[in-house]
Structure formats: C-alpha cells, structure tokens
C-alpha cells in the first residue's frame, strides 16, 4: 500500500507483533545467563512463555498480512500482476539478504557452527528448507509462510477470485479444516512443525482478508440466491471457524496436560483477539509505535542478531559482572541495539528498495 493510504494503527499493530516476538526470544535465551540473574526473577520469562507472546506476534503479523495483501493486488491481471510481483520482491528480499549475512556471523561464525555454500545459497531464495538446509535465522519459517500466502493471493487474482469475499470466507474455513483433518488423520510427526501449521496459518491470513472487507464497509452484504447475508455475520462464523484449532488444542493441553498444547490453544486466539482490538477498540497511533512498525521487518529479522552476539561476548568477552543484572536489562538493550540496527537497514536498504519498486511500477 502507498503511503497516501497506509493504516497508521496497522503500523502500530506491527510494532507491538515485533516487541512481542524479542520479548519471548530474549527472555528464552537470557533467563539462565548466570545464577545472579536468575535468582532475581524469571518473572518475564514465565509470563511470555505461559501465553507464549512470540506466537501471539506471529499471529498478529499474519492478521495484518491478509489484511493488507489481499487488497494490493488490483487492475488488469499483467500491469496489477507486474506491480503485486515486483513490489513484494523488493520489499522482502534486499532487507532479508541482510540478515541472512548478519546472521551467518552473529549465530553460525561467532559459535563456530560450519557452514558452506549450499546453507548460502539455499537461504538466499528465503526457502532454504525447500533445498533441505537449515535456515541461518529460525523464525524464516515465517517468511516460507508468507511466500506461500502471496503465490495463493496471486492465482486467486488471476482468476478474478481475490475481490470475493465468499471466497476468502471458504479458503479460510477450508484451510481451516484441512489442517484439522490431516492434523489428526494423515501428518507424519516428523513432519516440521513449521509445514504442518501452515494451512492453519494460511487460514489466519485469509480470515484477515475477509476482516478487510466488512472493516472497509460494515454495512456490506452479499447475495446468496435470494437470501441477503450482512458480512458482518459471516465474520463471525469464521471468527469462531479459526478459533476451533485452537480450542481442540487447548480441551487436548487439559486432558493430558501438555503444556505445548495449551500455549497453543491461548496465543491464538489472543493473537486474534489483539489484532481486533486494535483495529477496532483501541487504535494505536502513537508516533513512536507507528515508527516501530514501519521498521517492524528490519526489527523481526535482525533481532537474534543482537541479542546472540550480546549473548556470546558476555560468554566469552565480558567480565562476569555484566552477567548478574536483571533479565529486564537484557531485554531492554537487545530492544533498543535491535531497533537501532533496523533503523540503519530500513534507511538504506529497505526503503530505498520500496522506493525503487513504486517507480518501476507508477
């Protein structure tokens, strides 16, 4: 989206989506730094890892990706397909590029972990595990996600199909249910977990889609033969459509106590429930959170990059009494180092890409 029409709360959103994922990421490596730190409180880390704060993030992020996707691929199918390609190229790859360098130091490099050209090379393309490597930074799987999302998006455009809100409804639903079915029928458990979530993900970002539509217009309604049907209900019915994943989930984490599951089962739907509120209870659109979401991509892939490299010159530079203060002090530099590095990939690589996509499509 331009910036004449961009959702100032949107970037907002995003912001709050990128803090929640350094908070669990952060806490999780750094709440054993030492026994001092330890013994001042887990606090934090407890609290982020219960409700799962990062997945909340993710969910948060995929909301907004429908929300905002499904309404920027527009015109006749060449030049809106020529826009659509070329502006999301060069809105994920040159930052992404990026990190996947700055990750090869901070995370493989400095823990003397090998790698070689096949590791490069297969994460250059941002779907390294397709070519059987290993992501350089874990949270790519997100981006394979993403990438999917948009292939989809685009077939539906080229078939006239993304304008449609029944559409979207029942790619929603439907991904919703096929993820339930081959979750409980047909998924081999060594699957990663990353493929088998993703129609559930995918499901999240066209429920996104569709809570474009009805937020555009919520008086809209569409035709069923006779039958006049408000969006507004049928969001709705997808509402409580996506939530049922998560509740199977949640009843299952209940009945065998299984912790991963009932984390599961309540960042979804908070990660849901954030996302609405903040579209239509309380709209951020404080200048600090909406600067943090605008760099919120540069912020989500750099992160690690911080805090790792925090984490292994404390291990191996520092002196010891830099690792005895509160996981709070940790958090709060890798936030702040981690918004300054995405402050200097935003202002020269990211945004001089966006800017470059937009005048090779006017």
């Known amino acids: 989206m331009n910036n004449t029409n961009r959702f100032s709360h949107i970037d907002a959103l995003r912001g709050i989506a990128a803090l929640l994922v350094i908070w669990l990421h952060v806490s999780e490596v750094f709440v054993r730094l030492s026994p001092e730190t330890l013994a001042q409180g887990t606090a934090l880390y407890d609290f982020a890892w219960a409700v799962d704060v990062g997945r909340i993030g993710v969910v948060i992020f995929f909301s907004i990706s429908g929300f905002v996707i499904c309404r920027s691929l527009n015109g006749n199918i060449i030049e809106g397909s020529k826009k659509f390609l070329i502006r999301r190229f060069l809105r994920l790859y040159p930052a992404f590029w990026v990190s996947v360098v700055l990750g090869l130091y901070s995370m493989w490099w400095l823990f003397d972990k090998p790698f070689g050209r096949d590791i490069i090379v297969a994460n250059i393309t941002m779907l390294p595990e397709l070519f059987g490597e290993k992501p350089v930074i874990a949270l790519y799987w997100t981006l394979e996600t993403e990438l999917v999302f948009y292939v989809m998006c685009w077939l539906l455009f080229l078939n006239r199909n993304l304008n449609n809100p029944i559409i979207l409804f029942l790619m929603s639903a439907s991904l919703t249910v ?131 490299s925090l984490f292994w010159f404390l291990n191996n530079k520092a002196p010891h009494w830099l690792m005895t203060f509160h996981l709070s002090i940790y958090i709060a530099f890798s936030i702040v180092f981690s918004m300054a590095l995405s402050a200097i990939i935003y202002y020269t690589v990211e945004k001089p890409s966006i800017d470059y996509a937009h005048k090779l499509t006017r």
């Open 178 to 308: 096929v993820f339930v079915v081959l979750k409980t029928f047909f998924l081999p458990p060594e699957l990663r977990s990353s493929l088998k979530a993703m129609p559930y993900h995918l499901a999240i970002m066209f429920w996104g889609g569709f809570f474009r539509y009805w937020y555009d217009d919520k008086k809209a309604f569409i035709t069923l033969g006779t039958i006049k049907i408000q969006l507004q209900w049928l969001l709705y019915v997808l509402t409580i459509i996506i939530f049922v994943p998560a509740l199977i989930a949640f009843i299952q984490g209940l009945i065998t106590q299984d912790s991963h599951l009932l984390r599961l089962g309540k960042s979804y739907p908070l990660g849901i429930f954030v996302f609405i509120i903040g579209n239509l209870v309380f709209k951020i659109k404080n200048q600090f959170m909406v600067w943090t979401g605008t760099v919120s991509y540069s912020l989500y892939l750099v992160h690690p990059v911080i805090f790792y």
